[in-house]
């Protein structure tokens, strides 16, 4: 279990933030410059806060009301640093057994992470991808309590990240590993975490479990940061254990999951998820009526530019499924939203 | 002959007192430099400006104001008198202090420079994988910061063999007792012996081109090892 508390008044904002969790993997999600690794580096003692107090698994690390301040060398913490920090002359294996030498828990980390061949290699002469195996492993090696990753697949080929995903997951569950991540990429969070945690300017602005976040922001600005696009403001007009009906500028009607409590009458913003759109209808959606104003293929999806009472919405559909003499430029035509993929914006800022 | 025997002892008190100089500011200077490149000490910028005013200063006020210091009547110099019986002034010890004192500044500013430029999550990760300050100095820092670290030492070993002013003003000019190769030289040119001075400089021009060249050679084979070229 980690409890975090800690304030500091940093260059740029007044850093306070405090959550607990005991998920597997936490993740820390925000904009560059918001405290991210602050907040690892003072989990790992590598940053003092002014007041607070981190606790893991029982152990307090840090509290200014007790004056307690364990050194890092003390707090037994495994922290893949973002450059991964790979000491440049010594050896795979030198860095690895950096921290212990203990043979069998070198030997199956080894196993785990596929580096038995470039043990022998210098740091400078291996990939990006074994890097960070090899930095994982060093800090694996220290049996730490915690696991602090801070952004750890941000430089590498999305192809690479799936493995080393795999590979978090086949450490967390052989060692019984908690981990807290450090990302900007909320895909990762959805991929990897149990819990996350948004940052924003040294404050956590929410936190939840990645989809209670990603479909229920708390605000427009936090949904913006989780992707989301499209945002039109309406009225609930009817509200049942299952879902909402959302009304947009009197003439279109929304229908949503629901999933926080609403009231009938009350004044809501919606968010529409780009991959909200299907041509055919789903298992439960809405029927809208949309303008195309630009059609432009991206990989495997279509990007469309639609016009919808009047407001402009992004929607993505997915290639295979779409014949291109349907969505033309200029034309009028028929799209089913998912009630799924429709979410509320919990408070206007 | 042109290299008498006080023109050898010149040559062999050179090598002598470069090589303590270089030692006592490599032992004194590497931890201070360690010190200025990673923490925020409270006098920081006063100890750098006090470091930095040998390179400043011309020698020969650097030498009268350790004389001033280290003379019978100085508060350093009296204490020393005190406790040994005995000055540093106008013997072989007065020619290193004035020599490492000359070197200090230019192995801080190298050392602290390369040390700097050494990534601090390499630190960090020394730390978060358990090691203390020193195992972390020792292990990770010095290996990465050696090439800079190495070149100031050399740099300090130059500096201290050719030392004049401050060495003259402090340990003076005594056959056979203070009269490093530099001195010798001024004495040679002031006789009127160009020959005993030229050879003399070419002494001290092979001695430093043979250390300068080993380094260089030493630390250009070292750091293509850790690019792993």
Known sequence: ML?????????????????CSDAEIT???????????????????????ERGKIEVNGRVFFSSERKINVPPQKRNVGYLFQDYALFPHMTVQENICFSSKDKNLFKEVVELLEIGDILNKLPAQISGGQKQRVALARAIMRKPEILLLDEPFSALHRSLKENLYRELFSIVKRFNQKVVIVTHDFDEVLRLAKKVVILENGKNVQEGSPEEVFFSPKTVKIAKLLGHK???????????????????????RLKLKRRTPLKAGQEVTVSILPMSAALSPATEFSRVEVLVKRVEKMGNLLFLQVEMEGEEVELHLPLSLTPNYILEEGKKTTLHLSAEQICIVEEEE | MVLDSEALFSIELSLKVATVSTITVFFIGLPLSYLLATKELPLKNLIDTLITLPLVFPPTVTGYLLLLLLGKNGPIGEVLYRLFKTGIIFTWYGAVVASSVAAFPIFVKTA???????????IFAAYTLGKGEVETFLRVVLPIAKRGIIAGTVLSFARAIGEFGATLMLAGNIPFKTNTIPIEIYSAVSDGNFERANILTAVIAVISLIIIFTVNKLTERRDNEVNGS
């Open chain 1, 27 to 49: 993740a820390l999600f925000a904009p560059s410059g918001s405290g991210k690794t602050v907040t690892l580096q003072m989990i790992a003692g590598l940053q003092k806060p």
């Open chain 2, 112 to 122: 602290r420079s390369s040390i700097e430029a050494v990534n601090r999550n390499f």
């Open chain 1, 230 to 252: 499209n945002f039109l403001k309406g009225k609930v007009v009817k509200t049942d254990r299952e879902f909402t009906v959302v009304e947009v500028k009197g003439k279109l």
């Open chain 1, 3 to 19: 409890r975090f508390q800690a304030e500091k008044r940093l260059k740029n904002f007044n850093y306070s933030v405090s959550f």
